[in-house]
């Protein structure tokens, strides 16, 4: 060893093994952050996905390990999964007249805070028949796919008397 540091002065002589990596080799990968384009991309291909209950299109939006929360729950595990539940809604919205857009409000790293709105309408016409405003929390991988999605929504005042402001009270902070 003594040899090794005369030829090598900054060679470590703790290292056991010259196969042996430094830490750093180790240090896990930060993830890329996302971009807002990126990020739009990804609500707008929710929102096709939806609309369009193509399997594929779907699965495209996931990581394999996702997870998909709803309110006080998690509603599905894992990419299959998640496809499966989609794909058990499909007969309740094919036929359905809705639309929805979402927009990025704040990105943090691989971290986006989306906000936007799901309106429902009388088929063949433009009357809404509901619409729901809605906040979404998601975190993505290095590939674009979202790995965690937590949803939360709410109703119109009109389609959800029980969570309506009163009358009296709804001008008061105005």
Known sequence: MDDLHGRFPGYDARMTDFL???EWHNAPMQPVPITRPAAQKWLDAYVAAWKSYDEGAISDLWSEGAVWHYPFQTRASGRDR???EWMSERDDFVGESFDAKYHPVAIEGVRVVAHGRTVFYQPE?????TAYDNIWFLRFDDSGRC???HEWYAGRPEDEPDRAV???RAH???
């Open 20 to 22: 042996e990596q430094p």
């Open 82 to 84: 998640i496809v499966a």
């Open 125 to 129: 016409s433009d009357r809404v028949v």
């Open 147 to 149: 790995t965690e999605f």
């Open 166 to 168: 009163p009358n009296d």
């Open 172 to 174: 008061e902070d105005r």
